[in-house]
């Protein structure tokens, strides 16, 4: 008896990437410490507690931002969160949404046109899967970068994310 192959889907790299880097922006977002989220290293940069929070919601809002074809362009407001264990938990429940939104879509999906809208005019458009990895992926690692300088400068020991850091084994 032959054993069944799995038939791999255009959104399963997409999972196992979503799995592969949770770890690490978890680690980040465990250590963001409650009496600095107001903290900002510029006026014109997001506080430590709105760039926590805007991590952690990411990734779900995203997913849920392309269940339908089009989606009005979004106000970029940034609320602050209050406590670390608010930011942990919406990102768990944010990765969770993502997870299932994702896992749900067909190939032929993924690849459908997807777009942000002002009325009626089209500010993007791209095969659902590219905004995924564009949005739900890039961005979050960008702002991730974003996190572990902000921790540098409040002298916060950071966590491995690919390999070993100064705090945690001397290596730079």
Known sequence: MQAQTKQTRLVDPIL???DQEAEATRR????VPEDKLSWQPHPKAMTLGQLALHIAIT?????????DDTADAPDFIHPEA??????VAAFDDGLKKAKEIVSATSDERALAEWKIV???KVLLAMPRIAFWRTVMLNHVYHHRGQ???YLRQ????L???YGPTADTDGMV
């Open 118 to 120: 002002d009325g009626e």
């Open 147 to 149: 996190l572990s300088t």
């Open 159 to 161: 966590p491995s994310v």
């Open 154 to 157: 409040l002298d916060i020991p």
């Open 82 to 87: 209050q406590t670390r264990d608010e930011i």
């Open 16 to 18: 196992a990437e979503l």
């Open 59 to 67: 990734q779900g809002g995203v997913a849920q931002g392309t269940l």
């Open 28 to 31: 980040l977002l465990q250590i």
